[in-house]
């Protein structure tokens, strides 16, 4: 019972602290990290060199005999930048004007399409007030010419009558006196 330590009267026992100790080593070595190293490790460390390269060489060229390559340097970022940012606002202008232009073109289409629509509405109601004005034109005639008919056929049969009433009253005359004195 080497490493174990009495506890009690039921027969188990503690581990001790040796024990402990090389089974915590024994779950350390088991990790991946202590093998070999994992990819993001390699990964970070690869980049923190980069960096750590990166600092010491922007640190060396801080010093004083490279104040001048620092100030090159960061006046061609400068320019590289300013020149980015140019072409890129460029780019915007070319885009929002593009996009306006087409924004105008559609309104303007849309301008010319009321327009015409307008136009055509004043067309349409001068057709129609030149077509309800030839139909009162037409029926006035028609009803001159209705009235016009109405009165010479009247005036006919005013004659017709008149000659018949003349004819009638003619004949009842001469015809009245004689049936009347044939009946007894």
């Known amino acids: 019972m080497e490493g174990i330590e009495a506890a009690g009267g039921n027969g188990r026992g503690v581990p001790s602290a040796a024990t402990r100790a090389s089974k915590i080593l024994r779950d350390f070595k088991r990790l991946p990290m202590a093998k070999e190293p994992t990819e993001d490790l390699v990964a970070f460390k690869s980049t923190y060199a980069s960096s750590l390269a990166k600092s010491e060489q922007i640190l060396s060229l801080m010093g004083e005999k490279n104040r001048d390559a620092l100030a090159s340097q960061m006046i061609e970022y400068e320019a590289r930048k300013s020149k980015m940012v140019d072409i890129l606002e460029d780019e915007k202008r070319k885009l929002v004007g593009d996009v306006a232009a087409a924004e105008y073109k559609k309104a303007a289409d849309l301008i010319a399409h009321l327009d015409a629509l307008a136009s055509q509405a004043v067309q349409n ?14 029926t006035s005639a028609r009803l001159e010419s209705l009235k016009k008919q109405y009165e010479a056929r009247a005036k006919e049969f005013e004659m017709v009558m008149g000659d018949l009433s003349a004819k009638t009253g003619q004949a009842g005359a001469s015809g009245a006196k004689g049936k009347g004195r044939e009946r007894k």
């Open 125 to 138: 109601r001068q057709q129609t007030r030149r077509d309800l004005e030839q139909i009162r034109t037409n």
